[in-house]
C-alpha cells in the first residue's frame, strides 16, 4: 500500500508540473502578442510617445551641456558666448575716392575672414559717386570691421541691431529631433505595410513628415548662417553725393511751397500741350474759318423775286333805270 501510495503521489506530481508548465507557456505567448499589439498601435498613432521622450531627452542633453558649472537645474544660459546673437549693421561714410575706398574696404572683409556679398555703384561724376556694400563677415570681427569702415572716411552715419535667437534655435533643435523621431517611425511602419492601400497611404505621410523635416533644417541652418557671418551694409558717398534719407517736413510753408509746384507742373503740362495742338489749329481752323464766313455771307444776302401786277379793276355793275 505504502508503495502504490507513493506510485500515486508521484504521478499527480507529474501531472501538476506538466499542467503548471503549460499554463506559463499560455501566459507568455498571451504576453507576447499584447505586446506586439501594443507596439503596432503606438507606431499606428504616429510614435506619439516616442517624439516627446526623443524630444525632452534632446532638450535636457542641450540644457546639461549648456549650463554652467554650479547652476542648479533649469537654470538659463546667462553667458554670452554661448548664445545665437544675429548682428546687423548700417552705416553710411563720406570719402574723397569711392573706387579706393570700395577696394580698401573689399580688402579689409577678406583679412576678417569675409566676403562682399554685394556691390552696387552709382556714379555720374566722381565725386557724386555712391557705392553700397553689403559685407558679410565673422560675428566676432563684427565690431573690427565696423571700426575700420568708419576710418575710411568722414562716418556721417552708423546704425547696429542685434537679435537674440537663442530660444527660437533651441526651439528649432528640439521639433527637429521631433520630427525625425516620426520620419523613423513612418520608416518602420512601411516597412511592415501588407495592403497596396496602407502602403500607398503611408509612403505619402513619409514624403509629408520628410518634407516637414527638410524645411526645419532648412531654417535651422539659415539661423546658423545668420548668427556666424554678421552683415554690414556700408554706403560709400562721394564728397558731393546728396544723402539719401531727407527729412519729413511739414507746415503752412511746405505746404504752398508743394502747391506751387503743383500749379507750376500743370501750367507747364497744359502749355506743352497746346504747342503740340498749335500747328494743327493753324493748319485746319483757317480753312474751316474761311469756309464758315462765306456760308454766313451766303445766307444774309436776299433773294431777287419778280413783281407781281396789280389785276385790273373790275367796273362796277350799273342797276336798271
Known sequence: MTTMGAGMDGQVGRRRGALLAATTLAAALA????????????DTAGSAAEAPAANGGEAGRDAAAGAPEGAGAGAPDLRVDQRAIIYTGTMRVQVDDVDSAAREATAVVTRAGGFVGGDQRRSADDDDAVAELELRVPAAKFT???????????????????????????????????????????????????SITDLVSLENELGRREAD????????????????????????????AKATEEKAETGFLVGLRGGWKAFVVSMTVLLTVLGALLPWLVALGVPLTVLLVVVRRRRKTPALVAPVSAPPPVPAARSAP
Open 31 to 42: 504576453l507576447t502578442g499584447c505586446g506586439a499589439g501594443d507596439s503596432g498601435s503606438k
Open 213 to 240: 523635416l527638410a524645411s526645419l533644417e532648412a531654417k535651422k541652418r539659415r539661423l546658423a548662417d545668420l548668427t556666424a557671418l554678421s552683415t554690414i551694409t556700408v554706403s560709400l558717398a562721394g564728397p558731393k
Open 144 to 194: 573690427d570691421v565696423v571700426e575700420e569702415m568708419a576710418k575710411l572716411g568722414r562716418q556721417q552715419s552708423r546704425e547696429i541691431d542685434t537679435q537674440d535667437v537663442t530660444e527660437e534655435t533651441v526651439d528649432l533643435d528640439a521639433r527637429i529631433a521631433s520630427q525625425r523621431a516620426r520620419v523613423e517611425s513612418a520608416r518602420r511602419l512601411l516597412a511592415r505595410a501588407s
